[in-house]
């Protein structure tokens, strides 16, 4: 079945670096987009990041632009996302995400456990 393994969580200063890790499984990675999404408390999931299958192209929600850069290793299954500048409105749980289809950096069914990470001084 399809699993997904985030590491790479913690703690960091504002204006921080931290980089996320996700090992995929159970399904054929390079074959989908995958995404980033978090989940501030009391609210729902929100997307932050997406990249196709080939990896050739990524997109950033505004909130992360210019600040988050994502990255996958379709050889290695892994996925990545480079957090750089890191604010205070950047702490919550990170979730990797499978997408629904090769195409796609924004729709997505399945999700890991999540990595915590902290921002704060």
């Known amino acids: 079945q399809v699993q997904l393994v985030e590491s790479g969580g913690g703690l960091a200063q504002p204006g921080g670096s931290l980089r996320l890790s996700c090992a995929a499984s159970?399904?054929?990675?390079?074959?989908?987009?995958m995404m980033w999404v978090r989940q501030a408390p009391g609210k729902g999931l929100e997307w932050v990041s997406g990249?196709?299958?080939?990896?050739?192209?990524?997109y950033y929600a505004d909130s992360v632009k210019g600040r988050f850069t994502m990255s996958r290793d379709n050889a290695k299954n892994k996925l990545y996302l480079q957090m750089n500048n890191l604010k205070p409105e950047d702490k919550t749980l990170y979730y990797c995400?499978?997408?629904?289809?090769?195409?796609?950096?924004?729709?997505?069914?399945?999700w890991g456990q999540g990595t915590q990470v902290t921002v704060s001084s």
């Open positions: 995400a499978k997408g629904t289809s090769q195409g796609t950096a924004t729709e997505y069914d399945y």
């Open positions: 159970g399904f054929t990675f390079s074959m989908y987009g």
């Open positions: 990249i196709y299958s080939d990896g050739v192209e990524s």
